[in-house]
Nanobody, 116 residues
Framework: QVQLVEFGGGLVQSGGFLNLSCRAS????????MSWYRQVPGKERERVAS????????TLADIVKGRFTISRDNAKNTVYLQMNSLKPEDTAVYYC?????????WGQGTQVTISS
C-alpha cells in the first residue's frame, strides 16, 4: 500500500521557520523524484521545490529561493522541506508528491499558517 504522510505543519509568526517532512512507504522511494507543492483555496496547486531521486539536483520556485531548502534521505524514505523567513503569503496546505514516469503519488497535505 502506497503512502505519503506529511508532518510538521503548524502556525508560526511571520519571519519564523518550519521543517516539513514526508515519509514514504509502499514503493521504491529512491527511484522517484520528490516534490513539494502547496495550495490555497481557490487557486491551483503550485510546485514549490523538487529533488532528483539521488538528491543531487534540486529546483526551487523563484518565490521561495533563498528561504526554502529541499532535501531527502533515501535510507529513511523521507523528503524534507526546510522553510525559513516565512511570510503570510506562504500560508497554504503543503503536499508532497512522488513521480516516476506514469506513477504519481500524493500525500494528504499538511496545513502551514503564517501569522503577520
Amino acid at each position: 500500500q502506497v503512502q505519503l504522510v506529511e508532518f510538521g505543519g503548524g502556525l508560526v509568526q511571520s519571519g519564523g521557520f518550519l521543517n516539513l517532512s514526508c515519509r514514504a512507504s509502499g514503493f521504491t522511494f529512491g527511484n522517484y523524484v520528490m516534490s513539494w507543492y502547496r495550495q490555497v483555496p481557490g487557486k491551483e496547486r503550485e510546485r514549490v521545490a523538487s529533488i532528483s531521486n539521488s538528491g543531487g539536483t534540486t529546483t526551487l520556485a523563484d518565490i521561495v529561493k533563498g528561504r526554502f531548502t529541499i532535501s531527502r534521505d533515501n535510507a529513511k524514505n523521507t523528503v524534507y522541506l526546510q522553510m525559513n523567513s516565512l511570510k503570510p503569503e506562504d500560508t497554504a496546505v503543503y503536499y508532497c508528491k512522488a513521480i516516476r514516469g506514469q506513477s504519481v503519488y500524493w500525500g494528504q497535505g499538511t496545513q502551514v499558517t503564517i501569522s503577520s
